[in-house]
């Protein structure tokens, strides 16, 4: 090949044309979406997460988290992800979804940590999981209790199977209506059972400390898994008078000495807050929703369709 | 194998009509690049071995995953960037700089000028890739995958290369002759290319950062791009001129490397959002990057087919070659990993693959199988070129190739097979999650295996490195070969 010029052109014009391609004409596309509203101009999805939340973030990217868990459910027809269930919680178990994942579900994302790989579950969905738990009983030092609005129980009309603990759980007993859910379901298989190890509700705040503290043993089926543990996100105190209210209630092997406590950072309380706030549930206009399905085997008299609350 | 006697070991043309002054010519040019290119050589020696030790840490604690969990630092999810970034910006990067730049001096048959300032480039990089390491162990990473370095350990590292490329390029304007060689388009693109995608990356995910899912589509597009375009560009660079090289033959056909240069550049550059299938973008975005997948089979028929046309013959010159011998490998794991590539890209497989280790398999195939068993054959052709003195062990050579080539090969089939293994449990419903994930675990037993294995290659060549830089190769004229040649004739291209 003769000649510089022609040579820098190919080599500039090839590459121009898959920034633009890739990068510049997508941003044009979908770079300036704006969050969903209804007509009266209420019920905005998404919105931005609290302070703690985003720290929570922060650490979640700091700490490889992205490397094991995605956070977008494919759609129906191409992969099982809608039909799969949480490994832990009460039977029924939470699903991971109800719909795919849509470019507006990451509005306020920065870092966006959408993940590549699934040696752990999926995550879109994770503070969903809880929020049964969550809204019966309020974890000791859950972050988020406060934030959550009374009204998300009214979210979940939908999905009201996902909304019962097991019959045996105190908070059952708090809530009538979840009490008459359950007795319509099956009974719960052995493992939804509160563990004798006094294993907190699964995907409480209480249960993701002793998650992340001792990831092995919050479950007996969970021996295989991968978990890094992340114990330096907590602090180890001796006790001062009063146990702190947020301390870890551990036991076995993970339990700390007589006259210590194990007690969460702020930075763990931040990733909690993150893990919490994880939620694609909303319906979105432009994504065609199974919400339906589940709905049809809901006893009679809960709305069939989604009633987002009013504020 | 055929007897040594039959092999068509010849006189290359090229030096059958050099004259003193060519051979004078090209050892001055030579020393001219020497500080600079050994710089680099080191300081990727020394990241390898730092990554392949923490590769082997991270394989390790996937095992064990309770081990060194009070230390932030020593954690899987803080090791694992690190490790990865180490071997593409600190070893990768800094072995195809060393190279390209001796490449280009050979090719522009100039001196190379200020050598000096080459070197501190050089060493502004390693400042660079030490400052995002450190960052990303005390919890600095910014979460993007191979962005991970803070955006001012970024900086640095753009300082650096406007530093050593500059001066790259600049020898174009001394070069000799107007014919420019196959090799020089492919360089002279990765020069173009990467700090243009390097700054538009770092700029439109930190300094003007793009909304929402677009992050990790410039993401993406930045991580294949590098290993086409960067990685891809450079090994492919490189392979065009060690094989004819060493045999002393022309290259096959011209017209089949501008047709495969060009459709590489186009096709492989809108590769890369294939990894987000299915994902939240429009539809679009995902079927153009598989359609530009699918047809990478042209760069990689093309370019396949010069390198066999040109290797006709003389494949037998592989078993005394070093250099020959792992230039072929990677040129053949070019193909493979092609083809590989566009088999896991099809949305039939993604249903299986994506997700699963199998997509970290492919680009161990690019990065390792590909792009350094390259840059090892260019190691064994330039070094002695620059210290004057020959490769002392041919033993050493041998088994640092083979514990290479297996230790790859495992690793490749392991996570291949281990990644559908782990897909086809996820999207069976019968079994609980914590169950494919368990599925996959005795699959990176296997990588672990690989991982000793590349240590142990690693460790070799580090060491014969190290002989060499500090004189302790052998004097002699000529050069090392794997296997005794019985023949007469000598063979000096080696």
Redesign the interface.
């Known amino acids: 090949?003769?000649?510089?010029a022609p040579?820098?052109l190919?080599?500039?014009g090839?590459?121009a044309?898959?920034?633009i391609?890739?990068?510049v004409i997508?941003?044009i596309?979908?770079?300036?979406?704006n969050p969903q509203s209804d007509e009266e101009g209420s019920d905005t999805y998404p919105t931005p997460k609290s302070g703690m939340a985003e720290r929570g973030r922060?650490?979640?990217?700091?700490?490889?988290?992205?490397?094991c868990h995605?956070q977008?459910l494919?759609?129906d027809y191409?992969?099982?992800d809608l039909?799969?269930v949480?490994?832990a919680g009460p039977s029924p178990r939470p699903k991971w979804g109800e719909r795919?994942?849509?470019?507006?579900?990451?509005?306020?994302?920065?870092?966006?940590?959408?993940?590549?790989?699934?040696?752990?579950?999926d995550l879109a969905n994770l503070g969903k999981a809880a929020q049964a738990e969550e809204a019966a009983a309020p974890a000791a030092g859950s972050p988020t209790a406060a934030q959550s609005p009374p009204a998300n129980a009214a979210a979940q009309k939908p999905a009201p199977v996902a909304a019962s603990p097991a019959p045996t759980n105190p908070p059952a007993q708090a809530s009538p209506a979840s009490a008459q859910v359950a007795a319509a379901n099956p009974p719960p298989s052995p493992s939804a059972s509160p563990n004798p190890n006094g294993i907190p509700p699964a995907y409480s705040a209480a249960w993701h400390y002793r998650h992340l503290y001792s990831?092995?043993s919050t479950s007996r089926?969970?021996v295989?898994?991968?978990?890094?543990?992340?114990?330096?996100l907590f602090d180890k105190h001796p006790i001062g008078g009063e146990r702190s209210a947020d301390a870890l209630q551990l036991t076995g092997r993970d339990a700390p000495p007589a006259g210590y406590e194990i007690v969460p950072t702020y930075d763990a309380k931040c990733l909690v807050a993150y893990l919490m706030s994880l939620d694609q549930s909303h319906p979105l206009k432009e994504v065609r929703g199974i919400a339906a399905a589940p709905a049809a085997a809901a006893p009679a008299g809960s709305p069939p369709a989604p009633a987002p609350p009013k504020k | 194998m055929t007897p040594a006697a039959d092999i068509p070991l010849k006189e290359p043309t090229i030096s059958a009509a050099a004259s003193d002054a060519e051979q004078l010519e090209r050892a001055r040019i030579d020393a001219s690049t020497r500080v600079p290119v050994l710089m680099f050589y080191a300081s990727a020696m020394v990241w390898l071995l730092i990554g392949t030790l923490l590769a082997g840490f991270v394989s390790f604690t996937i095992h064990s995953p309770d081990w060194f969990s009070d230390a932030s630092f020593l954690t899987w999810g803080r090791v694992r960037p690190v490790c990865i970034n180490i071997l593409v910006y600190g070893w990768g990067s800094m072995a195809a700089m060393g190279t390209a730049v001796w490449l280009m001096a050979r090719l522009c048959r100039t001196t190379l000028r200020h050598p000096l300032l080459i070197v501190t480039g050089a060493w502004f990089w390693n400042v660079g890739v030490l400052i995002g390491v450190t960052a990303i162990l005390l919890g600095y990473s910014t979460g993007y995958q191979w962005l991970e370095f803070p955006p001012y350990a970024a900086l640095v590292l753009l300082v650096a290369y406007a530093l050593i490329m500059s001066w790259a390029v600049l020898m174009f304007r001394f070069r000799r002759g107007d014919q420019i060689y196959i090799t020089q388009w492919y360089l002279l693109g990765a020069f173009l290319w990467f700090p243009w995608l390097y700054a538009a990356a770092q700029a439109m995910l930190f300094v003007v950062p793009v909304q929402g899912v677009m992050q990790a589509a410039v993401g993406w597009w930045y991580e294949n791009n590098l290993l086409f375009l960067w990685f891809g560009a450079i090994g492919l660079g490189t392979a065009y001129y060690m094989i004819p090289k060493v045999i002393g033959r022309p290259v096959y056909s011209y017209h089949l490397a501008t047709i495969g240069f060009w459709t590489y550049a186009l096709f492989s550059s809108w590769t890369g959002m294939q990894r987000g299938v299915d994902g939240p973008f429009p539809a679009w975005m995902i079927t153009a990057s598989i359609a530009a997948t699918i047809l990478t089979i042209i760069p990689v028929a093309t370019v396949g087919l010069n390198h066999h046309m040109t290797m006709q013959g003389y494949f037998p010159v592989m078993r005394y070659s070093p250099t020959l011998r792992f230039t072929v490998f990677g040129a053949m794991s070019y193909t493979v990993f092609s083809v590989v590539g566009i088999l896991i890209s099809l949305r039939s497989t993604a249903r299986y693959l994506h997700f699963t280790e199998a997509i970290v398999g492919y680009s161990h195939m690019g990065l390792y199988a590909f792009f350094t068993m390259i840059m090892f054959g260019s190691m064994y052709y330039i070094i002695p070129r620059l210290v004057g003195r020959e490769w002392r062990y041919a033993t050493l050579i041998k088994l640092h190739f083979w514990a290479s080539a297996y230790g790859i090969g495992l690793m490749s089939l392991m996570l291949l097979t281990g990644g559908f293994v782990q897909g086809a449990s996820q999207n069976d419903l019968s079994l609980s999650f914590i169950e494919s994930t368990a599925s996959v675990l005795p699959y990176l037993r296997g990588v672990t295996l690989a991982m000793v294995l590349l240590t142990v290659s690693h460790f070799i060549f580090a060491f014969h490195f190290g002989l060499m830089l500090f004189g302790l190769g052998r004097t002699s004229t000529v050069p090392t070969f794997l296997n005794p040649i019985e023949a007469e004739g000598s063979e000096p291209q080696l």
């Open positions: 090949m003769k000649g510089l040579l820098f190919g080599l500039f090839t590459f044309f898959s920034w391609g890739l990068t997508p941003n596309q979908i770079g300036g979406l922060r650490v979640y990217a700091a700490n490889g988290c992205v490397y995605s977008q494919r759609p191409a992969a099982a039909d799969r949480r490994d795919r994942s849509a470019p507006r579900d990451y509005l306020f994302d920065r870092p966006v940590l959408l993940g590549h790989e699934r040696m752990g579950p990831p092995r089926d969970n295989d898994s991968t978990m890094p543990a992340y114990k330096f």
